[in-house]
């Protein structure tokens, strides 16, 4: 079945860096975007960007621009997203999810907790 | 960047029939889409394109969409739809970049 496994829970401390995988299974990984999608503890879904895992293209919400990478490794399948440069209120789950039709997020990883504390 | 506005909280009787909304310029140009999360889960798509179910969703469920506002319908509210919804859409000053709602938390009472 199509499927979005993420890596583990991180913690680091303000500053650092942190790089979460996000491996698809199921489906022809380069026919549909990824995207990132976090959610601070309490809060609402913040959009992040996306990548197309076909031509390694990317687009990034304007707040992050200059702290998110995202690539992609089709011979594994799997997406990732970096963010450098962490604060405390980057606490948040980071969810990968498919672009589907019609502009749908139609597949979401279990989501990776990331804290940010010294 | 564009912004989608939701009430943050609506509730409804079991049974009865709720309306929740996502109000933004984007949506004049752009689908809206809804998303149901309930704790400690990630979301899961029940409303595409302004009015499609993906399958296995109920079509207690349902979408429209008129000028600046979109909404999700519920008829028939059902326990199990207490939960958040989250509205996304295209942002309508750059449409590559996606923006979503802040989110309305559905009580079933």
């Known amino acids: 079945q199509v499927q979005l496994v993420q890596s583990g829970a991180e913690v680091k401390r303000p500053g650092a860096s942190v790089k979460v995988s996000c491996k698809a299974s199921?489906?022809?990984?380069?026919?549909?975007?990824m995207n990132w999608v976090r959610q601070a503890p309490g809060r609402g879904l913040e959009w992040m960007g996306w990548?197309?895992?076909?031509?390694?293209?990317?687009h990034y919400a304007q707040k992050f621009q200059g702290r998110v990478t995202q690539t992609s490794d089709s011979s594994i399948t799997t997406v990732y997203m970096e963010l450098r440069r962490l604060k405390s209120d980057d606490t948040a789950v980071y969810y990968c999810?498919?672009?589907?039709?019609?502009?749908?997020?139609?597949?979401w990883g279990p989501g990776t907790m990331v804290a940010v504390s010294s | 960047s564009s912004e989608l506005t939701q009430d943050p909280a609506v509730s409804v009787a079991l049974g009865q029939t709720v309306r929740i909304t996502c109000q933004g310029d984007s949506l004049r140009s752009y689908y809206a889409s809804w998303y149901q999360q309930k704790p400690g889960q990630a979301p899961v798509v029940v409303i595409y394109a302004k009015n499609k179910r993906p399958s296995g969703i109920p079509d207690r469920f349902s979408g429209s969409s008129s000028g600046n506002t979109a909404s999700l319908t519920i008829t028939g509210a059902q326990a199990e739809d207490d939960a958040d919804y989250y509205c996304n859409s295209r942002d309508s000053s750059d449409d590559l970049s996606r923006v979503f709602g802040g989110g309305t938390k559905l009580t079933v009472l």
């Open positions: 999810t498919r672009g589907g039709d019609w502009d749908a997020f139609d597949i």
């Open positions: 990548i197309n895992p076909n031509s390694g293209d990317t």
């Open positions: 199921g489906y022809t990984f380069t026919d549909y975007y």
